[in-house]
């Protein structure tokens, strides 16, 4: 725990504040906002008094936040005080933004392991708690990450609890930021997708910030027209979409109006064509790539966005359709076997994960004909991890498949037509 960092005196000290400050915060049925920010800055106060090194601030800033707020939730006096508590909060992170930085970007530094896992402790175990600061406060640790490794390992552990909590939607745009920070637009966009008709501007703040501070100039053209109903009248998103006209209006041809006419009434002999006569960005294939997701319901749209993933080799977005959206892959159209060939040749370690979704999807429809394609999916992942050099992989697989499915006779004697 971070309170290792603090020595005895300040601690004890730091602890009895806790207690008259939790006291101020509910003793009162109304505080004015003079009051509450008197609140803030006598705490604010106290602790620069203590002297601390920039570490131990920090270490006391989330002693008396999970303090409070541990408090406030023993007593049952979160919910009826939830305004009080934000504001509070909000305002002794926002003072420290700048601290909570600069610490965050020494991942070198051994309390920098100690602070974030108490951070990330925090951050999940206060997950139910939608107005929590522990949100805010993970936002500032990361803003200056530069480590992206360090980026890379946040990524996974969020991707690992959104996977948990799929319907998060707090959850999902800081795992969405995180993808972005790792310079993966694609899968940063999936996840705020589901969440886009109740995703607010200061939601995207962060996205579009940090697209404006590397310039990446098209890519935030792309977000902004597709947020757009989200952002409308934001003065603050407005001054970030002022920015990007100014840079892209010195750009000698803008080739964005072409793609969106094309977009109402696009076809893949007419995408061709324009791919051939004007330059195509890769920003300008991500954003048409973004607006036909939408609407993959449409078979016609869902074939059209395929062929350009054919196209365009998108092996990411690729892989996105197969685990995400495919939920039949009995008799798959010409397109997506096409596709399925593309992944083989360019990225066969990623068929793995897909393979292993088809069986399952084909296995509990609980038919023959499913059982047997099944089957040709398991003779497929055979060939592929013996490709891979990880057999000893694919026997613990089989395995596991077995005692899964154990009840399932006509699969199991399905499976013995191979030679497993």
């Known amino acids: 725990m971070s309170n290792q960092y603090l020595s005895q005196p300040n601690y004890n000290e ?11 915060l509910t003793n ?65 992170i926002d003072e420290n933004r700048e601290l909570f930085a600069e610490i965050g970007m020494q991942s070198s530094n051994e309390y920098h392991h100690v602070i974030t896992e108490d951070i ?36 996974a552990l969020f991707v690992e609890k959104q996977h948990a909590n799929p319907h998060h939607v707090r ?11 790792c310079e993966d637009g694609s899968l940063s966009i999936s996840y705020l997708r589901p969440h886009k008709k109740i995703i607010s501007a200061s939601d995207l703040y962060d996205h579009f910030s940090l697209l404006q501070e590397r310039e990446e100039w098209d890519m935030l053209k792309s977000w902004l027209s597709y947020f757009k109903s989200n952002w409308k009248n934001d003065p603050i998103v407005e001054r970030i979409y002022d920015q990007m006209v100014l ?12 793609w969106e006419k094309w977009l109402k009434t696009p076809s893949f002999k007419s995408y061709l064509a324009n791919k051939q006569k004007y ?69 066969p370690e990623k068929l793995i994960a897909i393979y292993h979704q088809f069986v399952i999807r084909l296995v509990e429809k609980k038919t023959r004909q499913h059982y047997e394609e099944a089957v040709v999916f398991i003779g497929k992942l055979q060939r592929l991890y013996k490709k891979l050099d990880k057999q000893s992989e694919f026997s613990s697989y089989i395995q596991k498949l077995k005692q899964h499915y154990r009840t399932y006779r006509a699969l199991i004697q399905e499976m013995k037509s191979l030679e497993l």
């Open 14 to 24: 730091i602890e009895t504040t806790i207690i008259a400050l939790y006291k101020e």
């Open 247 to 258: 840079h892209l209006n010195e750009k000698p041809k803008d080739h964005f109006v072409i």
């Open 279 to 347: 330059q195509i960005a890769e920003s300008d294939i991500s954003h048409i790539l973004s607006i036909l997701h939408g609407d993959l319901f449409n078979p016609a749209i869902e074939r059209l966005y395929l062929q350009i993933l054919n196209e365009e080799k998108r092996i990411t977005e690729a892989v996105s359709f197969f685990l995400l959206v495919e939920k039949n892959p009995l008799q798959l159209a010409e397109e997506k076997v096409n596709l399925l060939s593309l992944i083989n040749k360019e990225q």
């Open 28 to 92: 009162q049925n109304y505080l004015t906002e003079i009051d509450r920010n008197s609140i803030a800055g006598a705490v604010l106060l106290k602790l620069d008094r203590l002297e601390l090194e920039n570490h131990e601030k920090i270490a006391a800033l989330l002693l008396t936040i999970n303090g409070i707020l541990s408090l406030s939730m023993k007593f049952s006096t979160y919910r009826p005080f939830e305004q009080r508590f934000v504001h509070f909060f909000t305002t002794i």
């Open 120 to 155: 990330l402790y925090f951050y999940f175990e206060f997950l139910s708690t939608e107005s929590a600061p522990w949100d805010r406060i993970f936002r500032y640790w990361i803003s200056k990450e530069q480590s992206k490794q360090q980026l890379q390992n946040y990524l």
């Open 171 to 181: 959850l999902a745009i800081i795992t969405s930021l995180l993808a972005l920070y």
